[in-house]
């Protein structure tokens, strides 16, 4: 990777100086695909560790063809994080914990402040720690009309969820972010949303869906998809009436269906073909694991979507 400096500042200078003593094995310690145009943010070596640090913020990201996806290497380490939403600024926030629910049987939703209020689109991502944890990525569940406070919705089991969750109320918790492109609502005024996930992929669809239901009269249709793996496991379920209330169309499946069941079984791209969408009026926006969005996508495809038609967080 080369680093042309703009300006030879010192931190350019103490750059440019270590940069023929750092080993191509362990420079830079996290891999970064880069378009031609964006920028990155490099500080001087680190002395204790020998890898340059350095902050990912592409001010001039191409809107299209840029995944932002996780990627693990071989040896297990994150290759590639989310890209930060063009022109939102990169913030660093200490937020405070205030509280923590159940939003179903293998998710808790945590409830945070930031010390400032922090500007975000739905579908926006941050990275959340408590204590000394490694943080991990995770999309605010909240809408940005709900106010300051910020909503996740966390699975546990990860280093950085459990961290979260282990702390009590009122403890600091650490926010980086936001980060990955978002839904931004104002492309698709006047569009039907369709709105597909599982599991806590419902996070940044919630997002998206309450900030419509804010303006209801711009859209059209409002379509909620959601899985999961049994009754219980489907998120936000308490709020599922005022959905419905609000004239949100919601199509619901479970793998694993019990006696209190009596909705559909089976994955959450079968339930497409039954929405009688309208490819030409209609965006879809899906969010969950990555063989769930593939088989999405394609199943969106047989209905005749463009894949600009489909969009993805991050």
Not at 141 to 170: Q, W
Not at 272 to 289: I, K, N, R, S, Y
Not at 308 to 314: D, G, K, L, M, T
Request: hydrophobic share 40%; with cysteine; glycine share 10%.
């Amino acid at each position: 990777m080369a680093i042309v400096a703009r300006e030879p500042s010192p931190a350019s200078v103490a750059v440019a100086r270590s940069w023929p003593h750092i080993s191509h094995r362990t420079a830079p310690s996290r891999f970064m695909w880069l378009q031609a145009g964006q920028f990155i943010s490099v500080r001087p070596l680190d002395e204790t560790k020998r890898t340059l640090r350095s902050t990912y913020v592409p001010t001039a990201r191409r809107e299209d063809n840029a995944t932002g996806e996780v990627l693990t290497s071989r040896r297990g380490g994150t290759k590639l994080g989310p890209t930060q939403q063009r022109g939102s600024p990169m913030n660093d926030l200490t937020g405070t914990r205030i509280r923590q629910w159940t939003a179903s049987s293998r998710v808790e939703c945590v409830e945070i402040r930031p010390e400032e209020a922090l500007s975000f689109v739905p579908g926006h991502v941050v990275t959340l720690a408590a204590g000394s944890a490694k943080p991990g990525y995770f999309a605010i569940g909240s809408a940005p009309s709900e106010g300051p406070n910020l909503r996740f919705y966390l699975r546990p089991g990860g280093e950085a969820a459990d961290s979260v969750l282990a702390a009590k109320d009122g403890d600091a918790v650490r926010i980086a972010g936001p980060i990955a492109h978002g839904f931004p609502l104002e492309p698709v005024v006047g569009k039907d949303l369709v709105f597909v996930g599982v599991g806590t992929g419902v996070a940044p669809l919630r997002s998206a869906l309450v900030e419509a239901l804010t303006t209801r009269e711009r859209y059209g249709r409002l379509v909620m998809v959601m899985g999961a793996a049994s009754p219980a496991a489907l998120c936000c379920a308490e709020e599922f009436d005022s959905w419905r209330a609000a004239g949100v169309e919601l199509a619901l499946t479970v793998d694993e269906a019990d006696a209190s069941w009596a909705g559909s079984t089976g994955f959450v791209q079968e339930l497409l073909a039954e929405l009688d969408l309208d490819p030409g009026t209609t965006v879809a926006h899906v969010a969950g694991v990555r063989a769930m969005e593939e088989a999405v996508r394609a199943q969106f495809a047989e209905l005749g979507f463009a894949p600009e038609s489909v969009r993805a967080n991050y």
